[in-house]
């Protein structure tokens, strides 16, 4: 199964943009449909499908995140309810809303402005996927997120990984998968907040960006998915809007 790697090392800063669709309220959703533009949409996004369980716990959770309750609770495994399952639907909707957070800024993510796929001057991300980058390489932001994305995409895809069929097992390398992914994503996080915060900003969607990082990161946190060492690059940051 072909998984980027990452090197840290000094890096040059590059630019890198971000987007997101965060509903953690009424108010928040209709303030992002007019922040984030359909025409903005790195890719499309994935669904669960209707009656199916899945579908009903992103519908529990997305009723959580709305009623207004606090994160570190929402994110918590609802009684009676499968680990698994619950950490699958987390992944796909932190994929989707973390796309969108891209795409509204992928237009500003160029080879020259963004010639290397990097987090301030100390962290650096080489992609290597043991096919057509066998060693890890250097690569401008855009190309990255690319590769990144779609390989993100084929294992949620893969039936094999996510199973959506009634009574198929989850694989039991499956919580490990779901932690490279994450793991992955956050990058994303660490390139917006570090390059293109300030885009953000002259959006007005910062306190949106904010919510949607504050729920992953306390997903991640509640069911320890992510080694700590990974997310140094916005331990600052975090320990602010995260306390």
């Known amino acids: 199964m072909p998984t980027p790697a990452v090197a840290f090392q000094p890096a040059l800063a590059c630019h890198l943009k971000i987007r997101t669709p965060w509903e953690t309220s009424k108010s928040m959703a209709l303030c992002l449909g007019q922040v984030f533009s359909k025409d903005k949409t790195f890719r499309p996004r994935k669904r669960f499908e209707p009656g199916t369980q899945r579908f009903e716990l992103y519908k529990k959770a997305q009723a959580s995140l709305k009623s207004g309750l606090d994160l570190r609770?929402?994110?918590?495994?609802?009684?009676?309810?499968?680990?698994?399952?619950?950490?699958?639907?987390?992944?796909?909707?932190?994929?989707?809303?973390?796309?969108?957070?891209?795409?509204?800024?992928?237009?500003?993510c160029t080879e020259r402005t963004c010639p290397i796929m990097s987090g301030g001057l100390r962290y650096e991300y080489r992609w290597q996927d043991g096919d057509d980058y066998k060693k890890p390489t250097k690569l401008p932001a855009l190309k990255y997120m690319n590769l990144l994305m779609d390989w993100i995409e084929s294992l949620i895809n893969n039936e094999d990984i996510f199973p959506t069929?009634?009574?198929?097992?989850?694989?039991?390398n499956f919580q490990q998968v779901c932690k490279k992914i994450l793991s992955r994503l956050f990058r994303v996080f660490v390139h917006v907040y570090i390059h293109h915060f300030d885009s953000i900003c002259s959006m007005g969607a910062e306190a949106h960006i904010?919510?949607?990082?504050?729920?992953?990161?306390?997903?991640?946190?509640?069911?320890?998915?992510i080694d700590h060492s990974e997310l140094e690059p916005l331990?600052?940051?975090t320990e602010k809007i995260c306390s």
């Not at 619950?86 to 795409?103: E, K, M, P, S, T």
């Not at 904010?210 to 998915?225: P, Q, R, V």
């Open 73 to 108: 609770k929402v994110v918590q495994l609802p009684e009676g309810e499968n680990l698994n399952d619950w950490i699958a639907v987390h992944v796909v909707d932190f994929f989707n809303r973390i796309n969108l957070i891209y795409g509204t800024v992928s237009e500003y």
């Open 165 to 172: 069929r009634v009574g198929v097992p989850f694989p039991k």
């Open 235 to 237: 331990k600052e940051m």
């Open 210 to 225: 904010n919510t949607c990082y504050k729920h992953y990161y306390y997903f991640i946190s509640e069911f320890n998915l």
